[in-house]
């Protein structure tokens, strides 16, 4: 157990659908990331909010939408996915925006049809 | 473009023995990088890291080195143990570009 927990753990998704992944974290740290992690490609960052605030938004299409409602939870809305968006989306959590010593969630695996 | 990589997609070690895991980077204005742990199943897990004005930070059983000269990353695993078994990735920050490129990794197996 890390501290940070992630629904749901599995999903599988039509193209035309809309659905929402959540991250919550009891570690009482102010910045969390959303990760994209394909099968044989190397971690991206997606998304980074530190204090509640984007502060880092890496070329991401507009169908994945995060929302950060507070410190402690995470949220990437989904819509309109692509078949290339199957992956395993990691959330994470750290003291401070950027530090490597994150707290990663066991992620979603996320299939789109 | 800019890439961290691991020089070998997989390493196999006998219990006990030392394991090296290396990764090249070729971002010279990286000046922060990690070294994580992925068991399968799992989300990555911290292990060091190590900033740009250093080249050798050890933690508990892991070292990693740093040569900027050659923009060469290692972590040294100390007497490797079967619970060591996992894929290991690097990771490298350019904060004033504020990028992070995250390495392929290399799947360290221990044979009992």
């Known amino acids: 157990e890390t501290g940070v927990t992630q629904t749901p753990r599995h999903l599988v998704m039509g193209m035309t659908n809309k659905k929402s992944l959540k991250c919550e974290q009891h570690?009482?740290?102010?910045?969390m990331y959303w990760y994209k992690q394909s099968a044989k490609k190397p971690l991206e960052l997606m998304f980074v909010?530190?204090?509640?605030?984007?502060?880092e938004n890496n070329s991401v299409p507009s169908r994945f939408s995060p929302e950060c409602p507070n410190s402690s939870h995470l949220f990437l809305h989904l819509h309109t996915l692509q078949p290339e968006d199957s992956a395993l989306y990691l959330c994470a959590s750290s003291q401070g925006a950027y530090r490597g010593e994150q707290y990663f969630g066991p992620g979603t695996r996320l299939t789109v049809t | 473009g800019e890439s961290v990589g691991l020089h070998l997609p997989t390493l196999s070690v006998q219990e006990g023995d030392n394991s090296i895991i290396n990764c090249a980077y070729s971002n010279s204005a990286s000046d922060y990088f990690i070294w994580y742990k992925q068991e399968s199943g799992k989300g990555p897990q911290f292990i060091i890291d190590i900033r740009s004005n250093m080249d050798k930070r050890q933690g508990q059983r892991v070292t990693v080195l740093l040569n900027k000269t050659v923009k060469h990353l290692s972590l040294q695993i100390a007497a490797t143990q079967p619970g060591d078994s996992a894929v290991y990735f690097c990771?490298?920050?350019?904060?004033?570009?504020?990028?992070?490129?995250f390495g392929d990794g290399t799947t360290l197996t221990v044979k009992p």
């Open positions: 990771a490298e920050r350019d904060t004033n570009a504020g990028k992070s490129t």
């Open positions: 909010y530190s204090l509640e605030e984007r502060v």
């Open positions: 570690l009482g740290h102010n910045a």
